[in-house]
């Protein structure tokens, strides 16, 4: 009798030390996910997007791919080259459907729609200047599918550049 009850002690701690090594296992793979999220190994890597006119050129620095809930930042950079009086950035219906803009900075002088587009609108551009824009989104966690993530330079309405980083 007193054996069996040896016997039960034994598979009790051996339970127990599976349980111990099982847990620290799951622990030790959380850790490993939390290093390469950190390392960016996986989602939202910012790529650089760049066109280019003979007023202008255009970078526009973002995710080539979001998903829902995430919060991101993009930004344009535009040198121009030649004056540009009245610029005005025109951004494709893929940069605010199925998202929260947080902010745009700086901010535009006025904000317009052409053709259900957002039209965002700054001061006049000499040669030389670079107007840097940043924008900070959340993506909306039920958007999904591709949208157009395509931006243009006009000066008023009058295409000077156009940049489509994605189809």
């Known amino acids: 009798m007193v054996t069996s009850a040896f016997t039960d002690?034994?598979?009790?701690?051996?339970?127990?030390?599976?349980?111990?090594?099982?847990?620290?296992?799951?622990?030790?793979?959380?850790?490993?996910?939390?290093?390469?999220?950190?390392?960016?190994?996986?989602?939202?890597?910012?790529?650089?997007?760049?066109?280019?006119?003979?007023?202008?050129?255009?970078?526009?620095?973002?995710?080539?791919?979001?998903?829902?809930?995430?919060?991101?930042?993009?930004?344009?950079?535009?040198?121009?080259?030649?004056?540009?009086?009245?610029?005005?950035?025109?951004?494709?219906?893929?940069?605010?459907e199925g998202m929260q803009v947080n902010s745009i900075e700086p901010q535009p002088a006025s904000e317009l729609s052409r053709d259900g587009r957002v039209v965002l609108a700054y001061d006049k551009l000499a040669p030389g200047d670079v107007l840097r824009v940043w924008f900070q989104f959340e993506v909306d966690p039920t958007n999904t599918g591709h949208r157009s993530y395509g931006i243009e330079l006009d000066d008023e309405a009058a295409r000077v550049v156009r940049l489509s980083p994605l189809p």
């Open 9 to 96: 002690l034994e598979i009790d701690r051996a339970g127990q030390n599976r349980g111990l090594w099982a847990r620290r296992v799951m622990i030790a793979l959380f850790c490993v996910i939390a290093a390469l999220a950190l390392a960016d190994r996986f989602g939202q890597r910012t790529t650089e997007s760049q066109a280019a006119g003979p007023a202008a050129r255009m970078t526009l620095e973002a995710p080539e791919v979001v998903r829902g809930g995430l919060f991101f930042q993009s930004r344009i950079e535009i040198h121009a080259l030649r004056e540009i009086r009245y610029p005005h950035l025109v951004l494709d219906d893929g940069w605010v």
